[in-house]
């Protein structure tokens, strides 16, 4: 019971020291009299909640770096409408009630002129929400999932290049053109029960039934599986031209050494997400070459503003971006693009319905490409396709971006 | 209709399984035989053992299997100890129920210290061989399948010769069989049960390290594992070691079988199906002798 008792009591003691720094943080903010108009000397404060703390304090972090080292650029650059930009970060414990409070305190008491977007669709739905009454211009860096843009949010952008059904759309149109004779006539699938995971498999599967290629296996386990070898003999048995894994780490990882204990060697094979991690080569036993995967930001995109973005993220933080850090940066050039556009930056209506309109009917040019969106905020983009040749990961679709040209059929692993 | 190779690769995989199955379940079902003890724990100590191998082999490189050297002593000792200070001081009468919360703390603790010291990260261990496979009528056999069930056979095996031809054996299956009796006969029964407790802590280290060759594994995994396991053990009859064995092949087979045809979380029901079907038709296990008949 003590032990209960005590627990509460930190949590206690740690919600009173947040609000106590809130506090003291929007004091001096209301001090310098921010939110007052649009005098050229304030700054121009941009809201945001992130999940410090919590399930998802990792990538929360990840995406404080990012938005970071785009105040700091922007600054560094002279700032936005010739204001200097500046931060303010609250932390949501990863917690879903709390992020909504968070960004009413943001709007509403701070009277901050912009907010930028949480981390992952179970904070991004409720947040939009505050947002959507406040009528803030609402861009977000992650949040893929079809249920963030099935809610009929209109001020909502989603700053990444594609939702999790369009990851693989440059392979399937690779696929779909190439000569009837050549290409793989039969897919295997495997995908992890997961809305993001899932999506990816599923988007290139409704894509490439469309366009007469077969489904002959499609397998969803459960997130926490660890033994893949039932599912790897069924995808081995299906005899499949290609196989694709809708996975995230581990389980791309473990899928296959299963098929490869297997020895099934398809002509093509792609999983999402874990073939873009540093460790993966290593884990699979360096037996890469040939695998796809879809990829939302690289490092060496030769996109122009990408360039600034890698020097100087590792300038001020040691190490290079990744994606989250990426979508993150992203959503501060997508907000500052309309900034410009609309040459205002403040909490009035007029201002915010301006920059709103004008991401509804422009592109814009980031550091995953240049980005527009539909009218429920999803971008209209799809990921880059890499793939492991010569021992390391290289973009080969699409054409425009490629640093090697697409293996076919794959190398035996 | 799956093909016949598919049906056969399955049979080989649901054997490969059984036989780790049946290593795991040999253990848990010797606690409860020895000293009416239901180990919860038994699976977390089975994903310690698995975590030791894979810690082993980061940091200083060994093949996983060396560590066994280390892990099978010390979690006799860890067993020997855990029975000596924690479970005899249960009351005998409510033993059996308050084991259960006992062990229950226990498997917590495991688990919150791997979390604690390696974060809730999927581990796996990463060997040359990993991916090699041998090919068998057709069907292939992954190398790290094909030794992880051999350990689980030897040690089973291992076990068996211990409980039949041993002066050990023989007094731990006679504290199994009747304790009051064999106290009679001068048989030292709270030192055999600390002992036979030590045994099957020390097939979970077994159990563990063969684990690790060819599953990721994380500090919560080892939920998975106790469900499935404590099913065997009551079809195959409370006590018994070779009905706990045969259980164990017979469902993980079944379990290989039935992916064919259903998803991996639907094939996994088998064993609370088995479970229910033997608690409504026969509540003693089909293969528990006299003892099992008297809980």
Redesign the interface.
């Known amino acids: 019971m003590s032990r209960t008792h005590r627990t509460r009591r930190t949590h206690g003691g740690i919600a009173a020291g947040t609000l106590a720094l809130v506090l003291v943080t929007s004091g001096c903010i209301s001090g310098s009299g921010s939110g007052s108009g649009d005098s050229a000397d304030d700054p121009i404060v941009i809201g945001v909640s992130l999940p410090l703390t919590g399930d998802f304090s990792e990538p929360g972090k990840g995406v404080e770096r990012g938005y970071k080292a785009w105040a700091k650029i922007v600054n560094d650059n002279g700032g936005l409408l010739g204001r200097k930009v500046e931060l303010k970060i609250l932390d949501d414990q990863s917690n879903a009630d709390r992020v909504v409070s968070d960004y009413e305190q943001l709007i509403g008491r701070d009277e901050v002129d912009l907010v930028f977007g949480p981390f992952s669709t179970r904070l991004v739905v409720p947040s939009a929400r505050v947002a959507e009454e406040y009528g803030m211009l609402f861009v977000e860096p992650a949040g893929a999932a079809p249920e963030v843009f099935q809610q009929g949010f209109k001020n909502l952008f989603y700053a990444a290049p594609a939702v999790a059904n369009d990851h693989y759309n440059h392979l399937a149109e690779y696929i779909l053109a190439m000569p009837e004779g050549d290409r793989p006539k039969t897919v295997a699938y495997a995908a992890m029960d997961d809305p993001f995971a899932q999506g990816t498999a599923n988007g290139l599967k409704d894509k490439l039934e469309k366009g007469g290629v077969k489904t002959v296996a499609d397998e969803v386990y459960p997130p926490n599986t660890t033994d893949f070898g039932n599912i790897a003999a069924k995808i081995a048995d299906s005899k499949a031209d290609m196989v694709v894994g809708g996975t995230q780490y581990q389980d791309g990882v473990n899928l296959i050494v299963a098929l490869q204990q297997l020895d099934y060697q398809p002509k093509m094979a792609a999983f999402s997400t874990a073939p873009t991690e540093p460790e993966f080569a290593k884990a699979i036993g360096n037996k890469t070459e040939g695998i796809l995967a879809p990829t939302g930001y690289t490092q060496k995109a030769d996109y122009p503003s990408n360039k600034e973005f890698v020097e100087k993220y590792t300038e001020q933080f040691g190490k290079a971006p990744e994606e989250d850090e990426a979508n993150a940066y992203t959503t501060g050039q997508v907000v500052a693009a309309a900034v410009e556009a609309a040459k205002c930056a403040s909490q009035d209506p007029d201002c915010q319905k301006k920059l709103v309109e004008w991401l509804r009917g422009n592109t814009v040019e980031t550091v995953v490409g240049p980005l527009k969106w539909d009218d429920k905020g999803r971008p209209q983009s799809a990921h880059m396709i890499q793939q492991w040749v010569g021992g390391q990961i290289q973009i080969v679709l699409p054409d425009a971006q490629k640093e090697a040209d697409l293996i076919y059929p794959k190398p035996k692993w | 209709m799956?093909?016949a190779?598919?049906v056969f690769?399955?049979v080989v995989?649901g054997v490969?399984?059984g036989g780790l199955y049946a290593l795991l379940a040999a253990g848990l079902t010797l606690y409860f035989g020895v000293m009416r003890v239901v180990m919860i724990a038994h699976s977390a100590f089975l994903i310690l053992a698995a975590y030791l191998a894979w810690y082993a082999h980061r940091e200083i490189g060994v093949d996983p299997l060396l560590t066994l050297f280390v892990t099978v002593p010390l979690f006799f000792a860890a067993g020997v100890v855990m029975q000596r200070l924690l479970l005899t001081r249960l009351r005998p009468a409510t033993l059996t129920m308050m084991s259960v919360l006992l062990t229950f703390s226990v498997a917590l603790v495991i688990e919150g210290l791997l979390g604690y010291a390696f974060s809730g990260t999927?581990r796996?261990i990463?060997?040359?061989y990993?991916?090699?496979?041998i090919e068998f009528f057709g069907a292939?056999i992954?190398v790290?399948?094909l030794i992880a069930f051999g350990m689980a056979a030897l040690a089973l095996l291992g076990l068996y010769v211990l409980m039949k031809r041993s002066r050990f054996g023989q007094a731990l299956r006679a504290t199994i069989q009747h304790p009051d009796a064999a106290r009679l006969l001068g048989i030292d029964t709270d030192r055999i049960a600390g002992y036979g407790f030590g045994l099957g802590l020390a097939t979970a280290a077994v159990g563990g390290t063969a684990l690790s060759l060819?599953?990721?594994?994380?500090p919560s995994?080892h939920w998975?594992w106790i469900g499935p396991l404590m099913a065997i053990i009551v079809v195959g009859g409370l006590g018994s070691v070779p009905g706990a064995a045969i259980a164990a092949m017979t469902l993980g087979m079944l379990q290989?079988l039935l992916?064919?045809e259903l998803?991996?979380?639907w094939?996994q029901t088998v064993f609370y199906v088995a479970l229910f079907a033997t608690l409504a038709v026969r509540p003693q296990g089909f293969f528990g002798g006299r003892l099992a008949q008297r809980f």
């Open positions: 799956p093909s190779s598919l690769q399955s995989l490969l399984l999927q796996r990463r060997l040359g990993s991916s090699a496979s292939r992954a790290v399948k060819d599953t990721t594994i994380y995994l998975h290989s992916q064919l998803s991996t979380t094939a």
